[in-house]
Antibody
Framework: QVQLQESGPGLVKPSGTLSLTCAVS?????????WCWVRQPPGKGLEWIGE???????NYNPSLKSRVTISIDKSTNQFSLRLSSVTAADTAVYYC??????????WGQGTLVIVSS | EIVLTQSPGTLSLSPGERATLSCRAS???????LAWYQQKPGQAPRLLIY???SRATGIPDRFSGSGSGTDFTLTISRLEPEDFAVYYC???????????FGQGTKLEIK
């Protein structure tokens, strides 16, 4: 079964760029599935950030679109998130996940990213 | 963009009781596009229900989903101690293509 694992810096400076990678195992990023990022600020709800298909096609949350880039590397079976011009409001647990058939499943365990100087 | 509103914000019940959680959409949603998740503290969300009423793999049959149009419901028939958690509904929107979540319902032990 598919498993996902996020990795990346846990601390990012304000105005900097948040970069995370998601390693996929037990499945292939070349499959007919979309791969996505979801975030959750401490004590708050879930926010979908965006998704990518193996062709490189992407969809983004309009509220974040100007700052988000999601990319995929099929050779390493990974996909990545870059979020630019971060502020304290971007502090959150970031999850990578698979979305297919209009549902998000499975999810990675999540990684906390704090934006602070 | 469709907005999902979940109610109540917090639900206090005892083990063995029946829980009814509501998810209301700001405009009609296809049942195919509606899912429910459970999240426990420190854990990632877990898919419970998809297509409004289909249980995900390994989900006990005390969990059921129903509804159509703008009103959807997650029912837990007899609460077990491990069911106390936060529950989110989610819908997929076509234009623009994106997923949105409700704000969550916290199910706590009374």
């Amino acid at each position: 079964q598919v498993q996902l694992q996020e990795s990346g810096p846990g601390l990012v400076k304000p105005s900097g760029t948040l970069s995370l990678t998601c390693a996929v195992s037990g499945g292939s990023t070349s499959s007919s599935d979309w791969w996505c990022w979801v975030r959750q600020p401490p004590g708050k709800g879930l926010e979908w950030i965006g998704e990518i298909f193996h062709t490189g096609s992407t969809n983004y949350n309009p509220s974040l679109k100007s700052r988000v880039t999601i990319s995929i590397d099929k050779s390493t079976n990974q996909f990545s998130l870059r979020l630019s011009s971060v502020t304290a409001a971007d502090t959150a647990v970031y999850y990578c996940a698979k979305n297919s058939a209009y549902r998000v499943d499975p999810w990675g365990q999540g990684t906390l990213v704090i934006v602070s100087s | 963009e469709i907005v999902l509103t979940q109610s109540p914000g917090t639900l206090s019940l005892s083990p063995g009781e029946r829980a009814t959680l509501s998810c209301r959409a700001s405009q009609s949603v296809s049942s195919t596009y509606l899912a429910w998740y459970q999240q426990k503290p420190g854990q990632a969300p877990r898919l419970l229900i998809y297509g409004a009423s289909s249980r995900a793999t390994g989900i006990p049959d005390r969990f059921s989903g129903s509804g159509s149009g703008t009103d959807f419901t997650l029912t837990i028939s007899r609460l077990e101690p491990e069911d106390f958690a936060v529950y989110y509904c989610q819908q997929y929107g076509i234009s623009p293509p994106m997923y949105t979540f409700g704000q969550g319902t916290k199910l706590e032990i009374k």
